[in-house]
């Protein structure tokens, strides 16, 4: 079991700069691949983000590479979206993703395979 929380969303203007963070407690954090995700309203959640057990590899959506980095700190059971240029369309409730049993070098961008999830954090963007 692992408990996964967000923070850092908030209400930005459009080309704005925020940073999520999801701290993680529980099982070992090592153990895990992690994602983020996202809900606009209206919309079903997508893929935005996701970094390896070993976090030397990561993949993301195309509609925010170049602008979202995803990164873990291991120490801190912490994993984070520094997310830049942002725009309205990046308006969403950003929820945090852990996959157990995950190979180690491997990244996972599906939703169904992730075990745990955290309740969300708003992120607005204002044009």
């Known amino acids: 079991q692992v408990q996964l929380v967000e923070s850092g969303g908030g209400l930005v203007q459009a080309g704005g700069s925020l940073r999520l963070l999801c701290a993680a407690s529980?099982?070992?954090?090592?153990?895990?691949?992690m994602g983020w995700f996202r809900q606009a309203p209206g919309k079903e959640r997508e893929f935005v983000a996701t970094?390896?057990?070993?976090?030397?590899?990561?993949y993301y959506a195309d509609s925010v590479k170049g602008r979202f980095t995803i990164s873990r700190d291991t120490a801190k059971n912490t994993v984070y979206l520094q997310m830049n240029s942002l725009k309205p369309e990046d308006t969403a409730v950003y929820y945090c993703?852990?996959?157990?049993?995950?190979?180690?070098?491997?990244?996972?961008?599906?939703?169904?395979?992730?075990?745990?999830w955290g309740p969300g954090t708003q992120v607005t963007v204002s044009s």
């Open positions: 993703a852990a996959k157990a049993d995950a190979i180690y070098t491997f990244y996972y961008t599906r939703e169904e395979l992730y075990n745990y």
């Open positions: 970094i390896t057990r070993s976090g030397g590899t990561t």
């Open positions: 529980g099982r070992t954090f090592s153990s895990f691949a």
